[in-house]
Nanobody, 123 residues
Framework: QVQLVESGGGLVQAGGSLRLSCVVS????????MGWFRQAPGKEREFLGG????????YYALSMRGRFTIYRDNAKNTLYLQMNSLKPEDTAVYYC????????????????WGQGTQVTVSS
């Protein structure tokens, strides 16, 4: 059973930064495409972006470009989301997601989810 565990969430002031981490169990992390989503209260889950299994390519939702960066360390089985210039509207639960067999995570194609980590941005 694959487990994804996010961490790094918390309370931050507007304009601040946070780095989220997602540790994936098992020995096949390097074969997973990975991605990040978020869900704000009363809203649908939103796709933020993803990274290919090798880490060579990243792709982002248009609204995320410039402030958020996704990267991974396959030696540590860890996915990261660096968030800068945070705004109150970034307040949400953030989820990491995995897609098996060298395939890419997309907005509608995920095999595994983490449990989420709360990010709260105060104004």
């Amino acid at each position: 059973q694959v487990q994804l565990v996010e961490s790094g969430g918390g309370l931050v002031q507007a304009g601040g930064s946070l780095r989220l981490s997602c540790v994936v169990s098992g020995r096949t992390f390097s074969t997973y495409g990975m991605g990040w989503f978020r869900q704000a209260p009363g809203k649908e889950r939103e796709f933020l972006g993803g990274i290919t299994w090798s880490g060579t390519n990243t792709y982002y939702a248009l609204s995320m470009r410039g402030r958020f960066t996704i990267y991974r360390d396959n030696a540590k089985n860890t996915l990261y989301l660096q968030m800068n210039s945070l705004k109150p509207e970034d307040t949400a639960v953030y989820y990491c997601a995995a897609k098996m067999n060298f395939k890419a995570v997309s907005a509608h194609d995920v095999d595994y989810w983490g449990q989420g980590t709360q990010v709260t941005v105060s104004s």
